[in-house]
Structure formats: structure tokens, C-alpha cells
């Protein structure tokens, strides 16, 4: 699928045409998402398996808890919250996605959804028809590996809250693993935006919010960052890293 499609189309219907620019062969993602490791050939089969989805707005979600399990999404822009809502209505916070990250995996047991997936800004993702790709992946071992990869970094990172670690270990670990998820992207490893508030920040270290807010102005007081608003800049890495825990350095 080509831009040029969507131009010869009638100019008073309003598409999203990156639906029809971006294929998994020249998504600049490509290396972070399923598709790493695949050749041009399983890439070609690949993309006849992927859906494009159309653009959300922040606030939007993506699938709600109980919604029957039909596929994987993989964030193709914006981020993208996962939480969950306990029977006493309070929120818990469980992840922040990226571009290049799967979503949905907490379906596949169960064939419901288990969690809440809603987006932080203007979001859209890539709609992986789940039986499409586990079947895919039977015939492509590279394709196998790679999902096998992407579920034990998943599983990886919703152990990492369960020490026994500060506020200050948590909340660098946290800006670190964002540093990093950053660099993976071509974007600044130093200087970024922080999409989701601070209470979201809190809710998913498992901290108080007043906390995290302490503990944004005692690094910002002490030259580790700069904080403007929502814009972060890590000013002092190696303080930052001297700061975490090793064990915390993929909580982001």
C-alpha cells in the first residue's frame, strides 16, 4: 500500500493515510517490534497478516477489561497506559507503552482481556489478528523467537517493582528505563516529554503522589534534572545510574 492511494481517492473522504503509507517492511520500528530478524520475503507475509488502525485521541482506549481477545496491537505512535481497576475502584497503574510495543498479551490465557489499554495522547497501533500470527509464527522461527522474546521482556518487567527499593532507587530507575526505551527510538537519551502525569508516575512505582513530587524536586534541587512542566532533562546520568538499583532498570 502506497501514499499515492489515498490521493487518488475522492477529496471529500477523510482517511487516515498512514493506514496506507507504513507496512511493517518499511516501518521505522521495524527493529523493535515483531518484524526484528525477519527477512524481506517473511516481512511480505507479514504485512499481509498486520492491520493498520486508524488514530485515537488521548483518553481513548484501545480494549477495556472483559472485552474478548481477537488480537495483538503494536504501538505504532503516541503511548499508551495499561491499568486496572480493583473491586474498590482504585486505580492500578501496570505499564506505559511505547512505539514498538505489543499490547494485548495478557489476553492470550484467558481469550478476555485483563487489563485496561488507553491512550496518553494521539495514539494508533498496528492490529495483529492473533490466530493469523501464532500461525505465522509455526512456519517462521524467527517470528517465533521474537514473540517469545517480546512475552519474557513483558513478564521481566512486571517483576521489577517487587523489591524492596526507595523512592529515590524507584523514581531514577524510572527515568533511566525511559532514557533507554528513548534511545531504541532515535530520540534524546537526555531530554524528553513526559506524557504521563505525575500521578500515573506514582501510581505505577507504587509510591504516594506528593512523594514522587518530592522526590522531582530534590533531584531537580540536587542537578540530576531539569524539569519544565511535562518536559524532563537528565542532566546528571551517572548520578542517576549511581541512584537506581540495578534490579530496576527496566521499570519504565
Given at each position: 500500500?502506497?501514499?499515492?492511494?489515498?490521493l487518488?481517492?475522492?477529496?471529500?473522504?477523510?482517511?487516515?493515510?498512514?493506514?496506507?503509507?507504513?507496512?511493517?517492511?518499511?516501518?521505522?520500528?521495524?527493529?523493535?517490534?515483531?518484524?526484528?530478524?525477519?527477512?524481506?520475503?517473511?516481512?511480505?507475509r507479514?504485512?499481509?497478516?498486520?492491520?493498520?488502525?486508524?488514530?485515537?485521541?488521548?483518553?481513548?482506549?484501545?480494549?477495556?477489561?472483559?472485552?474478548?481477545?481477537?488480537?495483538?496491537?503494536?504501538?505504532?505512535?503516541?503511548?499508551?497506559?495499561?491499568?486496572?481497576?480493583?473491586?474498590?475502584?482504585?486505580?492500578?497503574?501496570?505499564?506505559?507503552?511505547?512505539?514498538?510495543?505489543?499490547?494485548?498479551?495478557?489476553?492470550?490465557?484467558?481469550?478476555?482481556?485483563?487489563?485496561?489499554?488507553?491512550?496518553?495522547?494521539?495514539?494508533?497501533?498496528?492490529?495483529?489478528?492473533?490466530?493469523?500470527?501464532?500461525?505465522?509464527?509455526?512456519?517462521?522461527?524467527?517470528?517465533?523467537?521474537?514473540?517469545?522474546?517480546?512475552?519474557?521482556?513483558?513478564?521481566?518487567?512486571?517483576?521489577?517493582?517487587?523489591?524492596?527499593?526507595?523512592?529515590?532507587?524507584?523514581?531514577?530507575?524510572?527515568?533511566?528505563?525511559?532514557?533507554?526505551?528513548?534511545?531504541?527510538?532515535?530520540?534524546?537519551?537526555?531530554?524528553?516529554?513526559?506524557?504521563?502525569?505525575?500521578?500515573?508516575?506514582?501510581?505505577?512505582?507504587?509510591?504516594?503522589?506528593?512523594t514522587?513530587?518530592?522526590?522531582?524536586?530534590?533531584?531537580?534541587?540536587n542537578?540530576?534534572?531539569?524539569?519544565?512542566?511535562?518536559?524532563?532533562?537528565?542532566?546528571?546520568?551517572?548520578?542517576?545510574?549511581d541512584?537506581?538499583?540495578?534490579?530496576?532498570?527496566?521499570?519504565?
Amino acid at each position: 500500500m502506497i501514499c499515492e492511494e489515498a490521493l487518488a481517492l475522492e477529496s471529500h473522504r477523510r482517511l487516515d493515510t498512514s493506514r496506507l503509507c507504513i507496512a511493517c517492511s518499511n516501518c521505522s520500528l521495524r527493529d523493535l517490534c515483531v518484524p526484528m530478524g525477519l527477512d524481506r520475503q517473511d516481512l511480505a507475509r507479514l504485512d499481509a497478516v498486520v492491520q493498520k488502525s486508524g488514530t485515537i485521541q488521548s483518553g481513548d482506549h484501545l480494549f477495556s477489561v472483559g472485552d474478548e481477545f481477537h488480537a495483538l496491537y503494536a504501538v505504532r505512535s503516541g503511548c499508551f497506559k495499561t491499568y486496572t481497576i480493583d473491586r474498590a475502584g482504585r486505580e492500578q497503574v501496570l505499564g506505559f507503552h511505547l512505539p514498538g510495543e505489543l499490547l494485548g498479551l495478557d489476553a492470550i490465557a484467558s481469550a478476555r482481556h485483563q487489563c485496561n489499554a488507553i491512550a496518553l495522547d494521539t495514539a494508533s497501533s498496528c492490529v495483529m489478528p492473533f490466530q493469523d500470527i501464532t500461525q505465522l509464527a509455526a512456519q517462521v522461527p524467527s517470528l517465533q523467537r521474537q514473540m517469545f522474546r517480546l512475552l519474557s521482556e513483558n513478564i521481566a518487567q512486571s517483576h521489577a517493582l517487587a523489591g524492596d527499593y526507595s523512592a529515590d532507587e524507584r523514581l531514577a530507575a524510572f527515568l533511566l528505563g525511559l532514557s533507554e526505551r528513548f534511545i531504541r527510538r532515535g530520540y534524546s537519551s537526555t531530554e524528553f516529554n513526559l506524557t504521563m502525569p505525575r500521578r500515573d508516575i506514582a501510581n505505577y512505582l507504587r509510591l504516594a503522589t506528593e512523594t514522587v513530587s518530592r522526590v522531582f524536586n530534590r533531584f531537580q534541587k540536587n542537578g540530576l534534572i531539569e524539569v519544565e512542566r511535562r518536559q524532563i532533562r537528565l542532566v546528571d546520568l551517572e548520578g542517576l545510574r549511581d541512584l537506581a538499583s540495578s534490579a530496576l532498570l527496566q521499570v519504565a
